[in-house]
C-alpha cells in the first residue's frame, strides 16, 4: 500500500480517471489560485513562480517501488495538493514516468499557466491534460478563483486555446458550478463562448458535493447541471458524485491484521485523507480491504482525533486534521 510514502498516494477511485494513483510535486497549498471551493483548504502561498518544490528523484523512487511490487491503476495523475505545473521539472518527471511505466499519465491542473511556452512544453509528454474553467468573464473569475494578481480570465483562456494548438493528447475541461455565483445564462454564455475557442475533447461538469472550507459554497442539483450541459452544448457531461453511503450499508464481519499490516493501512489512509476529503465507499475502492474493515480503521482514527468528518449533501466525507 506505500503508506509511509512522501509524494504518491492512493491509488484512488476518480469518476474521471478510474483507478488513480496521485503524485504530488508541490507542498500543501502552493498554487496560483484560491478557489473558494477547493477540498483541499485555503491557499497558504499563491504564486506564479515556478521552481523545484519538489524533486524528481524521489518521486521516481517512489513510483520505482510502487511498479516493482505490482502497481495497478488505469492512470498515473500529476495533482495533489497544490498547482502542479508551477514545479520546474514537471516534464522531465513526464518523460522519465513514461520509460519505467506504460500506465498513461495524467495532469490535473487549473490550467492558468498555460499561457507560458515553458509550461505548455512541459505538458506535452502526458497522456491527458485536465485544466479546470469556472468563469468565462472577470468578475465571476475572481470571485471564484481568487487568482494571482498576475492572472486574468483572458490570459488563462488565451493559454487553453495556445495549448490545444500544439497538444495531441485529450483535454478534458472542468467547469465547477457554484450555486449563484456562475449559474447564471449571463457566465454559462460566457464559459460557452470559452469553451468554443479552447475546444477541449471534453466540457466536465462538478459541483461542491465534498466539503469546502469557505462556508456557503453552494452545490447545484443534478438536474440544474445536466441543464447547464445542454446549454454548453455537445461533449459535455456532469461527473458530480451525487450518490449516497451510509454507515448501515457496510459489510458485517472483519478479520484482524497484524499490528504492522493495521499501522501501514491507517497511514495509507491518512495519506489520502490529507489530499482530499473520501467518503467510506471512496475509500473502500482505493484500498483491498473489507467494508466492515474500512469503517474500523475510519472509527480509531476519528477517535484518536486524527480524521475528522463532515456532512455535505446527505454524504459523509472524511479529511484528515
Request: overall charge positive; charged content about 30%; aromatic content about 6%.
Amino acid at each position: 500500500m506505500g503508506g509511509k510514502e512522501k509524494y504518491i498516494y492512493g491509488p484512488v477511485p476518480s469518476r474521471r480517471l478510474g483507478l488513480s494513483l496521485g503524485v504530488d510535486i508541490v507542498p500543501v497549498k502552493v498554487c496560483t489560485l484560491d478557489c473558494i471551493y477547493c477540498q483541499v483548504g485555503r491557499t497558504t502561498e499563491k504564486t506564479i513562480e515556478r521552481k523545484e518544490y519538489v524533486p524528481v528523484e524521489p518521486v521516481l523512487a517512489e513510483l520505482n517501488n510502487r511498479i516493482d511490487n505490482g502497481l495497478t491503476a488505469d492512470y498515473v495523475t500529476i495533482s495533489g495538493s497544490g498547482e502542479p505545473t508551477l514545479n520546474s521539472r514537471l516534464g522531465e518527471l513526464i518523460g522519465k514516468i513514461k520509460k519505467i511505466t506504460k500506465i498513461p499519465v495524467a495532469i490535473l491542473t487549473n490550467g492558468t499557466l498555460l499561457y507560458r511556452p515553458d509550461v505548455r512544453a512541459d505538458c506535452l509528454g502526458a497522456d491527458v491534460v485536465l485544466p479546470s474553467l469556472d468563469a468565462g468573464d472577470e468578475q465571476t473569475f475572481q470571485k471564484i478563483d481568487r487568482p494571482h494578481c498576475d492572472i486574468n480570465i483572458e490570459k488563462v483562456v488565451s493559454g487553453l486555446v495556445e495549448f490545444r494548438k500544439e497538444y495531441a493528447g485529450r483535454i478534458w475541461l472542468e467547469v465547477f458550478i457554484v450555486d449563484g455565483v456562475n449559474t447564471g445564462d449571463k457566465q454559462i454564455a460566457a464559459i460557452k463562448r470559452a469553451v468554443e475557442r479552447i475546444r477541449p475533447d471534453k466540457v466536465q461538469l462538478n459541483t461542491a458535493v465534498r466539503p469546502t472550507p469557505e462556508a456557503g459554497v453552494g452545490r447545484v442539483d443534478a438536474d440544474t447541471l445536466q441543464r447547464i450541459a445542454r446549454q454548453l452544448g455537445a461533449g459535455a457531461e456532469v461527473i458530480a458524485d451525487f450518490s449516497k453511503v451510509g454507515i448501515a450499508e457496510l459489510d458485517k464481519g472483519s478479520c484482524e491484521k497484524s499490528q504492522n499490516k493495521q499501522a501501514e493501512i491507517s497511514e495509507t489512509l491518512l495519506s489520502m485523507l490529507k489530499r482530499r476529503p473520501c467518503s467510506l465507499d471512496d475509500i473502500f475502492s482505493a484500498v483491498d480491504i473489507s467494508r466492515n474493515e474500512v469503517l474500523k480503521y475510519v472509527s480509531i482514527l476519528e477517535k484518536q482525533g486524527r480524521i475528522y468528518s463532515a456532512e455535505k449533501g446527505g454524504k459523509v466525507f472524511f479529511k484528515a486534521r
